[in-house]
């Protein structure tokens, strides 16, 4: 089991720039497939972006698609979530979200294991 810690939210003007950290403590994290997902007031939790545990496969949300990028720090064995030219509507608490598979993709209830989020707030 893996424990994911979100960090690198905050407030930041439309147009600017936020990198997202996560980070799980174990020795088999870096064989993890990882997801990024954002939930907005009112809203249902929606898909961001989703990597492979190799890299070999990346996915995007329309939405981000272009502005973000998901990787991997493999020294540091932390994920990131680059996120940039950022818009009122990103704003949201940003999750990011762990599973064995390969590539679980962009449905939420294909991954297990969940951290406690953080917040992004983009001001117009």
């Known amino acids: 089991q893996v424990q994911p810690v979100e960090s690198g939210g905050g407030l930041v003007q439309a147009g600017g720039s936020l990198t997202l950290s996560c980070a799980a403590s174990?020795?088999?994290?870096?064989?993890?497939?990882t997801g990024w997902f954002r939930q907005a007031p009112g809203k249902e939790r929606g898909f961001v972006a989703a990597r492979s545990w190799d890299g070999g496969r990346t996915g995007y949300s329309d939405s981000v698609k272009g502005r973000f990028t998901i990787s991997r720090d493999e020294v540091n064995n932390t994920v990131f979530l680059q996120m940039n030219n950022l818009k009122p509507e990103d704003t949201a608490v940003y999750y990011c979200?762990?599973?064995?598979?390969?590539?679980?993709?962009?449905?939420?209830?294909?991954?297990?294991?969940w951290g406690q989020g953080t917040q992004v707030t983009v001001s117009s």
């Open positions: 174990g020795p088999t994290w870096y064989k993890f497939a």
């Open positions: 979200a762990a599973d064995e598979a390969y590539y679980p993709g962009p449905r939420v209830g294909e991954y297990d294991y």
